[in-house]
């Protein structure tokens, strides 16, 4: 998939977007059993209203005996 960047502004969002989207494929590549006996990936997500308007955060990740890898926002 190419990432298009067309301002200045943008290339650190779209750097940020690389890394997000590399790090997705390497966690489905693990995450379906690539390299062993697959794994439960977890996933969560929030979406709030407040004062200050609407939000929403949410994370995925893998978890195998004593190590976890998670990645979110929010």
Do not use: N, Q
Request: negative net charge; aromatic residues 6%; glycine residues 22%.
């Amino acid at each position: 998939m190419a990432v298009s960047c067309r301002s200045v502004e943008a290339e650190r969002g779209c750097d940020m977007l690389r890394v997000v989207i590399f790090l997705s494929g390497f966690g489905v590549l693990a995450a379906c059993g690539v390299d062993g006996e697959p794994v439960t990936p977890t996933m969560g997500a929030t979406i709030g209203v407040g004062s200050g308007g609407t939000y929403g955060a949410g994370h995925v990740g893998v978890s195998k005996g004593p190590f976890s890898v998670i990645f979110g926002s929010g």
